[in-house]
Each structure stands twice: as structure tokens, then as C-alpha cells.
């Protein structure tokens, strides 16, 4: 059964950090780009970070308004992408969502299995 769990979200203060773990099951996530989304109540779901398959020369993508806070990385032997993200704000509160697809593009229309999501809030 195909698989993704997001984990390490959490309650944190502005300024603080929090890395979330994507992990997969039932696929090697080795051969797929992996994506970060969230979603804040009332709105839209947003691309927030993508990174290339293994198979490809490695390529990022990261939203404006989080490049230079967040970082996406991939432990390929663990079989689990994370997203550092550093000097969180109250307006990176959202439930973060990991997808694996082909294209590390996260208007990409082929973002084929998604996670349940982690809750981050940013809160004093």
C-alpha cells in the first residue's frame, strides 16, 4: 500500500524551528520528487518547497516567502525527506502536506500520493 507520513509538527514560538519528516511506504521515494505543501484555514493550498528525484542532478524550489528559512533535504538510505524550517512566523501556521510526483514543480499537475499532514502552529 502506497504510503506517506508526515511527522514534527508541533507548537512553536516565532522564531523558533521545527523539521518535519516525510517518510513513504510502499513506493521508493528514491525515483519521485517530493514536495512540501500547506494550507492555513481559509485558504489555498501553496507550494512551499519541492526537491528532484534521486535519479536527476539534484534541484530545490522553495516559495519567496520562505527561501533563506526553510530548507528541504532527502536522506535517501532512510527513505525520508525533511523540511528545516527556521524562524518560523505566525504566518507559516498551516498544516504542512509531503507529495511525491514526478516533476519537482509544485504547479506540477503530477503529484500522485499525499500524506495526511502535520499540523505547525506559530504562536506566542
Known amino acids: 500500500q502506497v504510503q506517506l507520513v508526515e511527522s514534527g509538527g508541533g507548537l512553536v514560538q516565532p522564531g523558533g524551528s521545527l523539521r518535519l519528516s516525510c517518510a513513504a511506504s510502499g513506493f521508493t521515494m528514491n525515483y519521485y520528487a517530493i514536495g512540501w505543501f500547506r494550507q492555513a484555514p481559509g485558504k489555498e493550498r501553496e507550494g512551499v518547497s519541492c526537491?528532484?528525484?534521486?535519479?536527476?542532478?539534484?534541484?530545490?524550489y522553495y516559495a519567496d516567502s520562505v527561501k533563506g528559512r526553510f530548507t528541504i533535504s532527502r536522506d535517501n538510505v532512510k527513505n525520508l525527506v525533511y523540511l528545516q524550517m527556521n524562524s518560523l512566523k505566525p504566518e507559516d501556521t498551516a498544516v504542512y502536506y509531503c507529495?511525491?510526483?514526478?516533476?519537482?514543480?509544485?504547479?506540477?499537475?503530477?503529484?500522485?500520493?499525499w500524506g495526511q499532514g502535520t499540523q505547525v502552529t506559530v504562536s506566542s
Open positions: 507529495a511525491a510526483g514526478l516533476v519537482a514543480d509544485p504547479l506540477s499537475k503530477t503529484w500522485s500520493y
Open positions: 526537491i528532484s528525484s534521486s535519479s536527476s542532478d539534484t534541484s530545490t
